[in-house]
């Protein structure tokens, strides 16, 4: 089974940054796609990011431009990279990860089977 770890979540001022970092258990982490996802009162859960096994990536709109997406295989880790935050962008942020590559990193939850515990990201 695949587990997912993220850390990196914190209360900051607006125009501040945030690197959110989450750790996965599994042994194909190499070879599988990955993404974050947030979940907020107003939006509900929503696909920020998400990387493939061969470091393709997407974004939500929202977050182009300011987010960035990463992955280090050797370290089974992938990491969202958040500056210049917004109120806006204040929420639970998911890490999730697929069985397999994903079609054109998808932001789709229904690819990614396994998701961690989260992480509060608050923006004020």
């Known amino acids: 089974d695949v587990q997912l770890v993220e850390s990196g979540g914190g209360s900051v001022q607006a125009g501040e940054s945030l690197t959110l970092s989450c750790v996965a258990s599994?042994?194909?982490?190499?070879?599988?796609?990955m993404s974050w996802f947030r979940q907020t009162p107003d939006k509900g859960r929503e696909g920020v990011a998400a990387?493939?096994?061969?470091?393709?990536?997407s974004y939500a709109d929202s977050v182009k431009g300011r987010f960035t997406i990463s992955r280090d295989n050797a370290k089974k880790t992938v990491y969202l990279q958040m500056n210049s935050l917004k109120p806006e962008d204040t929420g639970i942020y998911y890490c999730a990860a697929a069985t397999s590559p994903v079609s054109n990193q998808t932001l789709s939850p229904a690819a990614y089977p396994y998701w961690g515990q989260g992480t509060q990201v608050t923006v004020s």
């Open positions: 599994s042994y194909i982490f190499d070879k599988c796609g």
């Open positions: 990387i493939d096994s061969d470091g393709s990536a």
